[in-house]
């Protein structure tokens, strides 16, 4: 089992700048995939980005590709999520999430992952 904690949510202007954590127990994370997805309000969830158990191989949706940058310390068994360029419509509640096994290429759908974090608010102001 693995257990999920993410921090670093809050309120940006546009333009600005938050880095997540999702600090995992239980369990090293360093032999599996992860990846952040998120959930504007009224709307479904949607993929962010992933990384492999390496780290060495990330994967972006285009609305963030550029913007943000997923990596992993495994010897922290934390991954982050770092946000720049925010903009109104990136506000969401951004879920951290693991896999269970080794899978390639690393999934993109919600359902394929197994350990879900609680969830961290991001608002993005105008």
């Known amino acids: 089992q693995v257990q999920l904690v993410e921090s670093g949510g809050g309120l940006v202007q546009a333009g600005g700048s938050l880095r997540l954590s999702c600090l995992a127990s239980?369990?090293?994370?360093?032999?599996?995939?992860m990846a952040w997805f998120r959930q504007p309000p009224g709307k479904e969830r949607e993929f962010v980005g992933a990384?492999?158990?390496?780290?060495?191989?990330?994967y972006y949706a285009d609305s963030v590709r550029g913007r943000f940058a997923i990596s992993r310390d495994n010897a922290k068994n934390t991954l982050y999520l770092q946000m720049n360029s925010l903009k109104p419509e990136d506000t969401a509640v951004y879920s951290c999430?693991?896999?269970?096994?080794?899978?390639?290429?690393?999934?993109?759908?919600?359902?394929?992952?197994?350990?879900w974090g609680q969830g961290t608010q991001v608002t993005v102001s105008s």
């Open positions: 999430a693991a896999l269970s096994r080794r899978m390639t290429p690393m999934p993109r759908g919600w359902n394929e992952f197994t350990y």
């Open positions: 239980g369990r090293t994370i360093s032999g599996i995939g």
């Open positions: 990384i492999t158990s390496s780290g060495l191989t990330t």
